[in-house]
């Protein structure tokens, strides 16, 4: 992932998230952010600027974290050296009066700016940034969005890929499940009732989708799940009734082996099932998708408590009793474990790969032939100059068998178009 490097190179070619914007108060202590194998600092200046910077200072290189963010800029308490949000020297009180170094003198800072409730930078090598990806609700007038994060103990593709390798959901999720457990006529039961789905991959601009497909319920129908992979590191997975939910996840590298994945969605359209819909849902899930305390160590931020360590508190009790697949205490740790147990980076010349794992395939090729073209020719890689194409909405629905997947679902997939008419209780808890 670092500078250099060709898949590093090419996320550098695109914004990056960094941060939850709630996580930098005007005026807070410098926050550590390892991102793309680098060092970083954050922090929000008193009127309110986020400012993402080097972490040393380029006086003598000690670290600015134990500097001083106040008014308007941040302090090196090594010698008093002040730089300001853009990083330009304002104060250097060990310097004779009447001096100019403190002209020749910056603190690297970074195009920053905010959306989708996440704060975003630009580290690549652009003198002016590409634009930012327009995600639908970066545009909200109220400006509400929902946004969250958490830390996965491992590389940023083996992360990702869980979210584009849809038949797992049918065992890791819901394998204790019979199809009676799901309500009549949901996206849940066909998903129970057929385990192993069908798949159509598509290339696209913004970088490939998906449709997995099986029976629902009779031979004249199929219940499609649609799903995004969208350059860099983005996904918009199945769930839910497509037409009726925007989101985003993004796993962003904080290096080789440390993923952070940020999640954004419009507050409004976050949809949560009836309990009633959900199959196998416990009160340990609650309890193991707790946050440890934030600590400011690099990789300190957003760790959930079912960890490597604690062998992501596995009930082995609970999953022979037939009440649990996994014995793992809900969807995001069963993914959390999973992925992890694969260690921190996966040696993929032992893999397997079926045909349920066309989507996984066809991703990995494209990102291959994207940062093989930038670092071979310097082609600019897919969607960095295009930002209306990340318009897209992923999700479940219902078609005729002989339908095209494509072209029936052309306004169902377009952001910014209602659809009043679509239930979003039809998902089931899928």
């Known amino acids: 992932m670092g500078r250099g490097t060709p898949m590093g190179d090419l996320m550098r070619e695109y914004w990056v998230p960094f941060a939850l914007a709630k996580e930098l108060e005007p005026d807070c202590d410098p926050v ?44 090196c308490v090594y010698h008093g050296w002040k730089f300001d949000g853009t990083g330009a020297c304002v104060d250097m009180p060990n310097e004779p009066v009447g001096s100019n170094f403190k002209d020749k003198v910056r603190l690297p800072t970074y195009p920053v700016t905010e959306a989708g409730g996440l704060v975003w930078a630009y580290i690549g090598s652009r003198h002016t940034p590409p634009p930012m990806p327009s995600f639908e609700w970066f545009d ?25 390798d849809t038949s797992h959901f049918g065992f890791l999720h819901v394998g204790h499940a019979d199809p009676e457990d799901a309500p009549e006529g949901s996206f849940l039961r066909y998903t129970i009732e057929d385990r192993a789905p069908r798949y159509k991959v598509l290339d696209t601009e913004f970088g490939a989708t998906y449709g997995a497909y099986r029976p629902a319920g009779s031979e004249d129908s199929l219940y499609w799940r649609f799903a995004h992979f969208l ?15 925007s989101q985003l996840r993004a796993w962003v590298p904080m290096d080789d082996t440390h993923t952070m994945a940020f999640h954004s969605a419009p507050a409004a359209r976050r949809y949560t099932a009836p309990a009633s819909q959900k199959v196998g849902i416990t009160e340990r899930e609650a309890t193991a998708t707790e946050f440890l305390p934030n600590t400011s160590d690099w990789f300190g931020r957003f760790r959930i408590t ?43 010349t032992r893999e397997h790969l079926g045909s349920s794992d066309i989507m996984v395939i066809r991703v990995r090729r494209r990102l291959l032939a994207a940062a093989r073209a930038l ?29 095209d997947w494509m072209e029936a679902t052309a306004e169902l997939r377009k952001a910014g178009v209602e659809h009043p008419e679509l239930d979003p209780a039809l998902a089931g808890g899928a």
């Open 140 to 164: 909200n007038p109220d400006g509400t969005s929902a946004s969250w994060a958490f830390q996965r103990e491992c590389n940023w593709l083996q992360a990702l890929e869980g979210d584009i």
């Open 306 to 348: 079912a960890r490597v360590e604690n062998d992501h508190l596995i009930d082995r009790a609970l999953q022979r009793s037939g009440e649990s697949y996994t014995g793992l205490a809900g969807v995001n740790v069963e993914d959390q474990a999973i992925t992890e147990s694969m260690g921190p980076i996966f040696d993929r």
């Open 375 to 403: 670092a071979a020719e310097g082609t600019v890689p897919p969607a960095v100059d295009a930002p209306a194409v990340y318009q897209q909405r992923s999700g479940g629905i219902v078609l005729p068998a002989d339908a």
């Open 231 to 245: 350059f860099p590191f983005y996904t918009m997975v199945p769930t839910g009734v497509l037409g009726t939910k």
């Open 32 to 75: 550590r952010i390892m991102l793309l194998g680098e060092r970083f600092l954050a922090i929000r200046t008193t009127s309110g600027t986020p400012v993402l910077m080097d972490e040393t200072c380029p006086h003598r290189g000690a670290s600015m974290w134990y500097a001083r963010n106040e008014n308007e800029g941040i302090r």
